[in-house]
């Protein structure tokens, strides 16, 4: 990117028709420019938004207009404004979409699905995902509301495609000697469940696992918590549980650890652990604090890392307990001594 980080796109149209100004403010909205000033709009500095802003500049020409647009470093609104303006307006579209997920899915669950079959129900779930593609291709900063609707849109996406029969591949457990020394890719602004799982891949599969935040993997990457893969959700379990059950890991932390992110991963009360309310905000406040992904993740591996540690110490001062409780009750049985 130029060290002129800023595009911007001032225009004047005229007042007639009417319609002309309509068209341009809805194809800058398709692209995600946000105001600053009277008829001045501004995009990130990339070859992607400068191609976008010329189309539409050449679109205003020809409606009898003029436009111009030129790059620039920080003015007077400053960087950290300007984006917090996109985030905001991302915020609003994702949280939109969100509400119409819901909705659908709330539809489902008490049986007042719209009339329709199968098929118009198909596409009503791939219009939602195709509208969340189309918000995320614009979303510049990484809008901390986007996490959620990507989740809702994942389960309306899961209960389009019904119960799915459990395969061989869930049956027979992996080995992590054959997932050593491997690049780990998911989805950039890692949530809940991203972070967890990349907590379990370091704690159980590979302790030198790196990490990686791609839209596509590359040949060689292990994807994980991706729209594809087998390390993703499946049915009704979220990535987290999908790597427990393939690696057969069997500890208490992390059945525990896997309540909290089932319940706030794929939006349940199934178990209702009382430490998930607590770990859902200090996830918000992570992607709050760091913007970039692989200190955020690093971040958020740690807190897990805490947590597990905090349910081990827990389980061993309650097994202690037991213990002695238990060596009491045989010393209280034994006959007294004459």
Not at 201 to 208: E, Q, S
Not at 252 to 277: F, N, S, T
Request: with cysteine.
């Amino acid at each position: 990117m130029s060290s002129q980080r800023w595009l911007l796109l001032a225009h004047q149209l005229p007042t007639r028709p009417s319609k002309a100004r309509v068209k341009t403010w809805r194809r800058l909205q398709q692209i995600g420019a946000v105001p600053t000033r009277n008829s001045v709009y501004v995009l990130p500095n990339t070859e992607q938004c400068r191609e976008d802003f010329e189309w539409i500049r050449s679109e205003i020409v020809s409606l009898g207009g003029e436009a111009t647009v030129f790059a620039a470093e920080a003015f007077a609104a400053g960087d950290d404004d300007l984006i917090v303006a996109f985030k905001r307006a991302r915020n609003t579209d994702y949280k939109a979409l969100k509400r119409d997920a819901d909705r659908m899915l709330s539809l489902s669950r008490t049986k007042r699905r719209p009339a329709g079959n199968r098929d118009e129900w198909g596409r009503a779930v791939r219009r939602m995902r195709e509208r969340f593609t189309e918000i995320e291709r614009i979303d510049f900063f990484h809008a901390p509301a986007g996490h959620d609707a990507a989740s809702a849109v994942a389960a309306l996406e899961r209960l389009a495609a019904g119960p799915q029969s459990p395969t061989v591949e869930d049956r027979v457990a992996l080995a992590p000697t054959a997932f050593q020394k491997r690049r780990w890719v998911t989805r950039p602004r890692p949530g809940v469940d991203q972070m967890a799982s990349a907590w379990l891949i370091r704690r159980f599969i590979d302790p030198k696992a790196t990490f990686g935040f791609v839209e596509q993997p590359a040949d060689g990457d292990v994807p994980f918590d991706m729209y594809t893969g087998e390390f993703s959700h499946h049915g009704t379990s979220c990535t987290f549980e999908m790597l427990v059950r393939r690696f057969n890991i069997v500890d208490p932390a992390v059945a525990r650890i896997g309540e909290i992110v089932h319940d706030l991963d794929m939006k349940e009360q199934r178990y209702q652990p009382p430490e998930a309310p607590a770990v859902a905000r200090i996830v918000d406040g992570l992607r709050e604090l760091h913007p970039d992904d692989d200190t955020l993740l690093q971040h958020g591996m740690a807190m897990f890392e805490a947590l597990a540690r905090s349910f081990s110490a827990t389980e061993s001062a309650t097994g202690r307990t037991m213990k002695i409780r238990q060596m009491k009750i045989r010393q209280s049985r034994k006959p007294p001594k004459r």
